[in-house]
């Protein structure tokens, strides 16, 4: 058998370890052989190939990014674009095809299911919002990352008596914000899910200032204020059609010092999030996920995707990661809100 696989949407730490896993325990006890499909969505698109066997899987498993290379290409936004896939994968020999990706990235994987392919999905994504699995692999990663931004920002914030703001990744679900939030004892944590009133934030603000403790505010990219919307870079899309978020954190900032009179500065983590080594919990999962991956590829269960479902790597339909993010459940926020001031 022949595999196609591929890395689509925004990289994240662990996507090197899945790849490894598949292609390790597919020569080995399957003797597969396997196409590295440059780009996400691009590859199989344009004919971007790579080799993709033991050899060039070897040192990867602690490196973050992707040695496939990731894109936001979207077939099904091209005219023809899910024929030519369709078409490539034939005259490459392609018998099945692994997609690791997001939400958008399954999405096409879950178009082309319908339309014949063979393919099996692996999530992926540091916000933590695909639906039908506990956790993906590089959300671990991300609020580790943002954790160790926040104990330092308590020092500074200290030092100087200012309002930090933290600015995390989160367009729609407030994983992150939430989970590093917590971890971070902040002073209060803004999250998609739940529009914020700025006159509380602020009364938060100024209970922390009184306990003569600096506060850090975690604030989701995607956070709205009561009678506001997101805040987004500019009007443009991807092929996806996402806005560019940016702002919230700078907002924020201007608002707390006006209001408190107190400074307030920002700090926007951005894509330090999505960089560098993956956890060891990162790499534990990223790696079950790929070693399920390639069984369910060999026993032609296709059109799923595999999941975490509490402690165990379980296959479910691919349409059911991707049919709604999964958000932050209002009861979860409530624990966190014990801690806000
Ligand atoms: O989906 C993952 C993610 O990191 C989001 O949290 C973020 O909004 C987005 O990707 C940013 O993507 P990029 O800057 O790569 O377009």
């Not at 956790?135 to 954790?147: E, L, P, S």
């Not at 899309?237 to 996402?242: A, C, M, N, V």
């Amino acid at each position: 058998m022949r595999i196609g696989v591929l890395t689509g949407g925004g990289d994240c730490p662990g996507l090197n370890a899945v790849i490894r896993a598949i292609v390790r325990k597919g020569v080995k006890e399957y003797g597969y052989e396997f196409v590295g499909f440059r780009d996400g969505w691009k590859g199989p698109l344009e004919n971007l190939t790579m080799q993709l066997d033991v050899q060039a899987t070897r040192g990867i498993l602690p490196r973050g990014g992707t040695i496939l290379g990731s894109s936001r290409t979207n077939p099904y936004a091209i005219e023809g674009g899910s024929k030519k896939v369709i078409e490539n994968l034939k005259a490459l020999g392609i018998d099945a095809l692994i997609a690791i990706g997001g939400e958008d990235t399954l999405g096409v994987a879950s178009g082309l299911a319908d339309e014949g392919v063979h393919v099996i999905g692996v999530p992926k994504t540091i916000d933590n919002d695909l639906s039908n699995t506990d956790y993906t692999f590089g959300f671990d990663t991300a609020i580790n990352i943002a954790v160790e931004a926040i104990d330092r920002l308590h020092t500074t914030a200290e030092s100087h008596h200012r309002a930090l703001i933290v600015e995390v990744m989160g367009r729609h679900a407030g994983w992150i914000a939430l989970h590093s939030g917590i971890a971070g004892g902040a002073a209060c944590i803004l999250i998609p899910e739940q529009k914020f009133s700025i006159e509380k934030v602020c009364q938060w603000v100024e209970s922390r200032f009184k306990t003569n403790y600096a506060p850090i505010i975690v604030v989701a990219e995607g956070a709205m204020p009561i009678d506001g919307q997101m805040m987004t870079k500019d009007k443009s899309l991807d092929s996806f059609g996402h806005v560019k978020l940016s702002g919230i954190g700078d907002w924020l900032a201007q608002e707390i010092q006006k209001r408190t009179g107190k400074e307030a500065r920002t700090t926007v983590l951005g894509h330090i999030q999505r960089g560098g080594t993956p956890t060891a919990f990162d790499r534990v999962l990223a790696t079950r996920f790929g070693l399920h991956a390639i069984t369910a590829v060999h026993e032609g269960d296709w059109g799923t995707m595999v999941g975490l479902h509490s402690t165990s790597i379980v296959r479910v339909p691919l349409k059911s990661a991707i049919e709604k993010i999964k958000t932050v459940d209002p009861a979860l926020y409530k624990e966190a809100e014990i801690f806000f001031g």
